[in-house]
T-cell receptor, first 115, second 114 residues
Framework: KAGVTQTPRYLIKTRGQQVTLSCSPISGHRSVSWYQQTPGQGLQFLFEYFSETQRNKGNFPGRFSGRQFSNSRSEMNVSTLELGDSALYLC??????????????FGQGTRLTVV | AQTVTQSQPEMSVQEAETVTLSCTYDTSESDYYLFWYKQPPSRQMILVIRQEAYKQQNATENRFSVNFQKAAKSFSLKISDSQLGDAAMYFCAYRPDSNYQLIWGAGTKLIIKP
């Protein structure tokens, strides 16, 4: 069974540009979450999507957005990039089964560097 | 607001020895889940062990076990017979019952000395 796939693995962008990151969840997983990991702020929740709907959003500015497609693949977009957006962006997918605890499987992340 | 605190930025242990990583959390909820994740240099976050708050019994997964003290809001991870492959960043995470958002601690870097 293929794991969570994030593309690209590495990205270098210039301040002011925008970027789109992609996440393909494990087959059958309909929930996708995104996290930002930086040395200063640690791991922070960005948003979660389920069945193409955003169910939860973290405390990030509107420049951070996302979406989920009918095949559960998800993209996140960051517009007007700032140096502080340099981070490892992690995607996680899970099976949703009522309130039962389900394990989140993570991808290897996309390392974004803003110069 | 829920918070997770890992007070040990770095820990080191001799191979084959036992090490305990600390985690405390703050929440007003009664139903929640706690996790330990491992992040090796490959950056992929790997679930080590999980604990449901309503379960009194401490979770165990092979060499990994937790000491869950609900009243004290403490959730420590014990690694027995440490192996070189255990070297990684370890993150404690909390998830409320009401949603799937993980709240993370700052992490503990575990060094295994051969």
């Amino acid at each position: 069974k293929a794991g969570v796939t994030q593309t690209p693995r590495y990205l270098i962008k210039t301040r002011g540009q925008q970027v789109t990151l992609s996440c393909s969840p494990i087959s059958g997983h309909r929930s996708v979450s995104w996290y930002q990991q930086t040395p200063g702020q640690g791991l922070q929740f960005l948003f979660e999507y389920f069945s193409e709907t955003q169910r939860n959003k973290g405390n990030f500015p509107g420049r951070f957005s996302g979406r989920q497609f009918s095949n559960s693949r998800s993209e996140m977009n960051v517009s007007t990039l700032e140096l502080g957006d340099s981070a490892l962006y992690l995607c996680a997918s899970r099976v949703v089964s009522g309130g039962r605890i389900t394990e989140a499987f993570f991808g290897q992340g996309t390392r974004l560097t803003v110069v | 607001a829920q918070t997770v605190t890992q007070s040990q930025p770095e820990m080191s242990v001799q191979e084959a020895e036992t090490v305990t990583l600390s985690c405390t959390y703050d929440t007003s909820e009664s139903d929640y889940y706690l996790f330990w994740y491992k992040q090796p240099p490959s950056r992929q976050m790997i679930l080590v062990i999980r604990q449901e708050a309503y379960k009194q019994q401490n979770a165990t997964e092979n060499r990994f076990s937790v000491n869950f003290q609900k009243a004290a809001k403490s959730f420590s991870l014990k690694i027995s017979d440490s192996q070189l492959g255990d070297a990684a960043m370890y993150f404690c995470a909390y998830r409320p019952d009401s949603n799937y958002q993980l709240i993370w601690g700052a992490g503990t870097k575990l060094i295994i000395k051969p």
